[in-house]
């Protein structure tokens, strides 16, 4: 690979995806910062590749750098919102950010790019790509959805609804939120929303419905904190302690100091 960069007589995009390579080599070596410097000299070739955005995503954050790791996910996502591994990212993202930054943690993030049309367009027209072009990695179509790929229109209107619905839960309309929330898992199924409707849930007692959305959660994320915290609530409610400990005790290997679960087990044990 070094020996055809230096050579000079590849193309731009050539060059991008030569640089994406070695930036999995790197990743894979564990030279993080490394794999950063290709995947961005790739991106400056060819803006908005997926595997250099997913790439360099991965090696911020081992870097810890989540803020920049955030978004490179989130960059991938307008680019082509079926890759997994970019909601997965995501999702482990924002929970890290909201542990190091708290609740404002979103007002620290560096400005996220707007993808243009064209760069969103480009990985949906696999007929339109030269050979070697910088394609999506191939298990991205597939994503958690089989298959059934939504439109950006349909992932911005989901966010917006999720938004809503959080606007009612600080209001306090739990009922409404649950409508938006229930809106915005038919046009994408996110963990977060799931586990957002789960709180509505509960606060309605309607416990059965907070341990199922938290189970659709785990699907998508099986060591979400929030998810198995909330089924654990739920079943505790339903009193079923056993499955509630269960959930618990989950919780507790990737959070062993999460002080909410430690006073709920106590509950528990007492129950």
Do not use: F, W
């Given at each position: 690979i070094a020996a055809v960069l230096r050579a000079g007589d590849a193309t731009a995009e050539e060059r991008s995806v030569l640089l994406a390579n070695r930036a999995a080599c790197h990743l894979k070596d564990g030279a993080c910062s490394?794999?950063?410097?290709?995947?961005?000299?790739?991106?400056?070739?060819v803006p908005f590749g997926i595997k250099p955005l997913l790439r360099r995503a991965a090696a911020y954050e081992a870097l810890e750098r989540y803020s920049l790791a955030y978004v490179d996910?989130?960059?991938?996502?307008?680019?082509?919102?079926?890759?997994?591994?970019?909601?997965?990212?995501?999702?482990?993202?924002t929970k890290a950010l909201l542990e190091k930054d708290g609740v404002n943690w979103r007002q620290?993030?560096?400005?996220?790019?707007?993808?243009p049309i064209s760069a969103q367009t480009r990985w949906s027209t696999p007929s339109a790509q030269g050979p070697g072009a910088n394609a999506?990695?191939?298990?991205?179509?597939?994503?958690?959805?089989?298959?059934n790929v939504p439109a950006a229109a349909g992932m911005e209107r989901a966010r917006m609804l999720k938004e809503e619905g959080n606007e009612f839960v600080k209001k306090g309309n739990h009922k409404k939120?649950?409508?938006?929330?229930?809106?915005?898992?038919?046009?994408?199924?996110?963990?977060?929303?799931?586990?957002?409707?789960?709180?509505?849930?509960l606060t309605l007692k309607q416990y059965k419905e907070a341990a199922q959305d938290c189970t659709e959660a785990l699907?998508?994320?099986?060591?979400?904190?929030?998810?198995?915290?909330r089924r654990a609530q739920a079943f505790k409610e339903l009193k079923d302690y056993k499955s509630s400990i269960a959930d618990i005790k989950s919780l507790l290997k990737t959070e062993p100091?999460?002080?909410a679960a430690l006073k709920l087990l106590q509950e528990l044990n007492r129950a």
């Open positions: 490394l794999c950063v410097a290709d995947c961005s000299s790739a991106l400056e070739l996910y989130k960059t991938a996502l307008q680019v082509d919102c079926s890759v997994q591994a970019a909601h997965d990212g995501v999702n482990r993202m620290k993030l560096p400005p996220i790019p707007t993808v999506p990695p191939a298990t991205a179509p597939q994503g958690k959805r089989g298959g939120a649950v409508e938006k929330y229930s809106e915005s898992l038919k046009l994408n199924k996110e963990c977060a929303t799931y586990t957002n409707r789960a709180l509505c849930y699907k998508l994320d099986p060591k979400n904190v929030k998810a198995l915290y100091k999460n002080t």
